[in-house]
Nanobody
Framework: EVQLVESGGGLVQAGGSLRLSCAAS????????IGWFRQAPGKEREGVSC????????YYADSVKGRFTISSDVAKNTVYLQMNSLKPEDSAVYYC?????????????????WGQGTQVTVSS
């Protein structure tokens, strides 16, 4: 059974940092792309970042480039999202998701498996 479990969300002041973790199980980690997505109230889910576990290629939304860094620890089957210089507009529920054959790494509709999400709130 595929499972994705996010952790690391919380409340932080603008300019602060958080590191999200996504622990994956039930599939061969190397064969998948793992993405981070977020959804704020009243808005559509949007792609934030994605990493291909097999080759390490990374992708970022323009809104987070230079502030967020995605990484993976294959030995731990875990993907991280380091978020720095956080802004109030980064507030959302953050989800990690997995897909084996995605050609659109920031498109949430491409991803088959999802975690339960973790709340990130950035105060001004």
């Amino acid at each position: 059974e595929v499972q994705l479990v996010e952790s690391g969300g919380g409340l932080v002041q603008a300019g602060g940092s958080l590191r999200l973790s996504c622990a994956a199980s039930g599939f061969t980690f190397d064969d998948y792309a793992i993405g981070w997505f977020r959804q704020a109230p009243g808005k559509e889910r949007e792609g934030v970042s994605c990493i291909s576990a097999s080759d390490g290629n990374t992708y970022y939304a323009d809104s987070v480039k230079g502030r967020f860094t995605i990484s993976s620890d294959v030995a731990k089957n875990t993907v991280y999202l380091q978020m720095n210089s956080l802004k109030p507009e980064d507030s959302a529920v953050y989800y990690c998701a997995a897909d084996r054959l995605t050609t659109q790494p920031l498109n949430p509709y491409e991803f088959d498996y999802w975690g339960q999400g973790t709340q990130v709130t950035v105060s001004s």
